[in-house]
Structure formats: C-alpha cells, structure tokens
C-alpha cells in the first residue's frame, strides 16, 4: 500500500548536501514529510528518499546542472520512510562545498503533467 502525503500550501522543504550527495542538513519540514528525524538523514545519501518510479535521467539532468554551477528546477517524486510517497517541485542551488534543495507543494495539474512525462522517461 503505497499512501500519497500531499504537501500543504505553507510545507517548505530544505536540504543541503555535500559535493557528493550525502545530507549535511534537512529542515523541520523535510523530516517532517519524509518521516524520518534529523540524525537519521545527516550522513546519508540523499538517494534515501528516492522512488522507484523517478526515471534516472531525471537525476542526471539534476546533477549535470548543479555540478556545471547552474540551478536546477523540477518536479520529484520521493519516498517516506514509511513507504509512501510525496511530489515536490524543487529548486537545487549549488553552494560553497556542496548543494541545496528548497521545495514547494506542486499544483494537482504539475503532478499529473510529471507523472505523465515521467512514465515516458528512464
Ligand atoms: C541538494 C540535493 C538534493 C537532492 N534531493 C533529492 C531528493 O529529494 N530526492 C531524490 O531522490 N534525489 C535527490 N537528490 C539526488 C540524489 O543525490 C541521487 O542522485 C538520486 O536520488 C538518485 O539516486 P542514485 O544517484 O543513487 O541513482 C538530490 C541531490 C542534491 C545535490
């Protein structure tokens, strides 16, 4: 069973990583979503929260982006730790010794576009 947490109009979710992806920070509301607390996420890889049904191009796209210094914006679907799901439209900025995401709640009308395109994607 597979239960969507959809974000509220007020949910702004940040993490911050180091140059390789391994969490360095999350904001009260990314452990809140995600379900798990802030020692459980510093030192992992942020592929903690991935999802099966996001098409890897989509995080190459991400990374090619922010490693060339450039912001990356799109919409992810992630996992909670409790095995659901939840959509973010993200922003990825690069910063001094690594990365940050902020993330708001997508429309109903985004999420439907991205699954849509997603499900074409690998
Ligand atoms: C700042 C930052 C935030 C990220 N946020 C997410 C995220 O919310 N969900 C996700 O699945 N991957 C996120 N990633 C990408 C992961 O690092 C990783 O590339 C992705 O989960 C795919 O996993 P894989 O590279 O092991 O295949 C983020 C990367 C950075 C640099």
Known sequence: ???EYRLSENDFLVSQTDQKGVITFANEDFCKVAGYT???LVGKPHSIVRHPDMPKAAFKSLWDT???GKVWTGYVKNRTKEGGYYWV???VYPMP???M???RRPSDMEIADAEKLYKTMR
Do not use: P
């Open 1 to 3: 069973m597979s239960r």
């Open 38 to 40: 802030l020692e459980e």
């Open 66 to 68: 922010v490693k060339s």
């Open 89 to 91: 439209y993200a922003t």
């Open 97 to 99: 010794g690594g990365y």
């Open 101 to 103: 995401s902020c993330r």
